[in-house]
């Protein structure tokens, strides 16, 4: 039976986190941002800007987000007003899809336009209110958080708020979040993460089959003992950081090796080969290096730091790496250094001197 405790250390049990920002741009309508302090729009040369004082009056009966009918009640030159006589909407002549004639009723999705006035537009967004959708990341800006393409030409904000803390675990342009829509306070359409729970409820179990299969996913949460990822196939998976080959970052696709199958049905997680495989991988880096040199000033008494910047690989691999070259023959290690065996060296360099000579 699944329970739903978050969980962080290498068994998965923990507690949560940290997280990320970053920055960027793309040529999509934004409209104003929001101001770093979270008071208001400030404009960055993409539309009008406004604060708390200067934001248009809101229509009380309808809001951003919804999706409505109502009929043309006035043509202009640069677009459609549409009413139900009590409000006026404007339809821009970009946002219409179709021609349309004073009394048509058109089915339209509501936003705020680049002055921050209740707008509408024909397209219909790809994640509407009360759902949760993967959207991709199209611009970045470290002052107020990510944008989205939701289907419509005003790109959606994920407010930094709703972001890791650090930096370099937001969203880059190109990955996807999973989120749905919300209206802050003042009334401004934002996208919203979907949480642990709605995570929780949209997965499935996986099965004791899985394990040592590869499977491939997208993080929805960077914390500081690893990540989780949401699968292709809806598990749930957690990566440690030390089963990490790189650092990850929300929204990031990342492919991983199941390591473990918990009886709640979520999963562990490595993006390294298994230990045997990667023995052995590990063993040709180092043959390689002592096969061109001869030798080498590292040990399995350097410092994990040494090893890691030469070989890119942990100091445990290095060792398990080292520690089958020593049991096959093939090196031997004196005063700080490790040498390939001269029987070994010699019959290395004959080879090389038969390829070239054939």
Known sequence: MRDKRQFGNRDGQGRGGRGARSGGGSGRQQGGRFSSSGAGYRGDGRGASFSEKTMPAQSTKYKAG??????????????????????????????ATDQLELGDTVKVFLYHDHENRLAATMQMPLVKEGEYKWLDVVDVSTRVGVFLHNGIQKDLLVFK?????????????????????????????LGQPATEDIIWDL?????????????????????????????????????????????????????????????????????????????????????GVLKERGAMPYTDKSTPEEIKDRFEMSKASFKRAMGKLMKEGLVEQVDGWTHLKKEVYMNHQRELEENLES
């Open 203 to 287: 997965s499935r179990n996986a099965s004791s089959e899985m394990k040592n299969q590869w499977v491939e996913g997208i993080v929805y949460r960077v914390f500081m003992e690893g990540v989780f990822i949401f699968t292709d196939d809806k598990h749930i998976l957690f990566i440690h950081q030390d089963e990490m080959t790189e650092s990850l970052r929300m929204g990031q696709r990342v492919r991983a090796r199941v390591s473990y199958v918990r009886e709640d049905g979520r999963l562990n997680g490595s993006m390294q080969e298994r230990k045997e495989v990667r023995y052995g991988i590990d063993a040709q880096i180092l043959l």
């Open 161 to 189: 708020d709703d972001l890791p803390k650090e930096w370099e675990e937001w969203p880059q342009a190109g990955d996807k979040l999973l989120v749905t829509l919300k209206l802050d306070k003042r009334g401004r359409l």
């Open 66 to 95: 919804m999706i409505v009918s109502l009929p043309v009640s006035r043509v202009e030159e640069y677009g459609y007003f549409l009413t139900d006589g009590e409000v006026d909407i404007l339809l821009h002549q970009n946002e």
